[in-house]
């Protein structure tokens, strides 16, 4: 799959999400990566595209909490959980 910032586990997870809710993973991604060129492009985006790309985006949060980088298939994690700061000296 053509997604950063989500691990092999994590993309095989999402492609049997998908599947279960009735969509093809590869179909999902194809639309949305037309969807994201286009905003590159600075095209008018396809409404199917963009629908596949907000079902994406919703899937990922929903399943990781991660969002999506602007006109990128990059996700981030939202909400990063702060590192504890006393550091064990043992």
């Known amino acids: ?3 950063e910032g989500l691990s092999d586990w994590e993309k095989r997870r999402l492609a049997l999400i ?4 009735g969509y093809t993973a590869f179909m999902v991604i194809k639309h949305a990566t037309a969807a994201i ?3 590159k492009r600075g095209r008018l985006v396809n ?3 963009n629908r596949n790309l907000t079902l994406l985006d919703t899937i990922v949060e929903e399943l ?3 969002r999506r980088l602007p006109n ?3 996700y981030v994690n939202a ?3 702060a590192k ?3 550091s064990s000296t043992n």
């Open 1 to 3: 799959m053509f997604i």
């Open 18 to 21: 998908l599947k279960e809710r």
């Open 37 to 39: 060129l286009s905003a």
């Open 47 to 49: 409404t199917v595209d």
């Open 64 to 66: 990781y909490g991660y």
């Open 72 to 74: 990128d298939l990059h």
């Open 79 to 81: 909400n990063p959980v």
């Open 84 to 86: 504890d700061s006393q």
